[in-house]
């Protein structure tokens, strides 16, 4: 089974995954499809139904007929408590602190003290170039754990790092940094050692949601906490796939009801003139960047592939619109989340508020509803066993997570 992530180009990081393939794959991407259709039935009547036909002649040696039921059993218990090499194990350990690790040098590379001389004669620029040449190293461990990892979840945020490279690789070929073939960086010392320090800091920015810096991190953020929780129990990721679809849902609602016109209608104020119903707006505009928040938070450890495409549609739609928001008070921080001021807000045109959600509220209708929709119906698309106990072929087994 190949499984190739495409985010926003063609490139195809299926290699990534090359160690999911096989009898101790761990991380497949089927096992909760698997451990549903465990849970309610179906596959133990498909077990059954096969087995019970193919060995319904079969004797032993002693002259009994074999066990069907044992044949399930064992099967069944494979399924639910899959064995995983010595390889994997070692992958899946270097991938998870490998992570961490990349993490800090994208802190250090986003840090404003590191563009500034130390105290004790340490010059920015050599500052820089350490952080630069540990970011290099820490990046292809990182990848090289990844290829042999059955931590699916996690190697496919690591393939969306690996194409935020890819659509940065002319900005990084000016500061002394190539890809190589497989992924994995190279780093030129001396064309490193003569770039503007400042164009470093400005492809890492933390200020730009949007920057190469912001953007790794996210994707690093995203698979941190899909290693973290490869061992939650199905209960504790049912109850967050719940919150996660309250998140989404709501957020429908809220855009729904600022696009509506009757929101806008105008009231008499106190003078008799009328005007705009500002705490109404206010209120409304506040609900929804409460719940896209509380998407965001939810959704950002999800692991439905469809609902990873379309919340990152949505985090970048939102950057684009940075600046616009600014004008009603609402900020976007480096990883995303919405803050309201409620005295710039007030003081804003609310007549621009309604054609500003007109577009952007448009924009990202889609997309909220689409991650309602996959969280929802995501345990039923990803199984191909019916509570019949029958085999529902999908079409193929190809993620695509576009950016």
Known sequence: MGIGINVGSNSDYSYLFQGLSGSDSSGNLNFLSD??????????????????????????????KSSTSNVVDRILEEKKNPTVSKEAQEANSKLTSGIS???????????????????????????????????????????????????ANATSHVAGMMNSSKANAEKLAEIGITINGD?????????????DISKIQKLFSKDDVISYGSTVKSRLGFASASSSSVSSTEKDKAKEDEV???????LKKDIEKLLSNSLYEKIKGKDGKEQYDIDKLFAAVKNFVGNYNSMLDSAKASNNSGVIANLAQILEKTAQNKDALKQFGISVDNKGILKID???????????????????????????????????????????????GTYNAQENFRYDVIM
């Open 35 to 64: 451990y549903t259709a465990i849970k309610n039935g179906s596959y133990g009547k498909l077990m059954k139904s096969y087995y019970g036909t193919k060995n319904s002649s079969s004797i032993t040696a002693s002259g009994s």
């Open 101 to 151: 690790s990349l993490m800090t040098s994208v802190s250090t590379l986003q840090n404003d003290n590191t563009y500034k001389n130390s105290k004790d004669g340490t010059s920015a620029a050599d500052k820089v170039v350490s952080a630069i040449k540990d970011y290099v190293s820490q990046y292809n461990d990182v990848v090289s754990a990844a290829k042999n990892s059955t931590l």
């Open 183 to 195: 992924g994995t960086l190279q780093l030129n010392e001396s064309k490193l050692a003569s770039t």
């Open 244 to 250: 996660t679809y309250g998140g989404a849902a709501d």
């Open 342 to 388: 409620e005295n710039t807000f007030r003081k804003s045109d609310m007549s621009q508020l309604q054609k500003f959600f007109g577009e952007y509220g448009s924009s990202i209708a889609t997309h909220v509803s689409l991650v309602n929709y996959y969280m929802t119906t995501q345990a039923n698309a990803a199984s191909g066993y019916t509570a019949n």
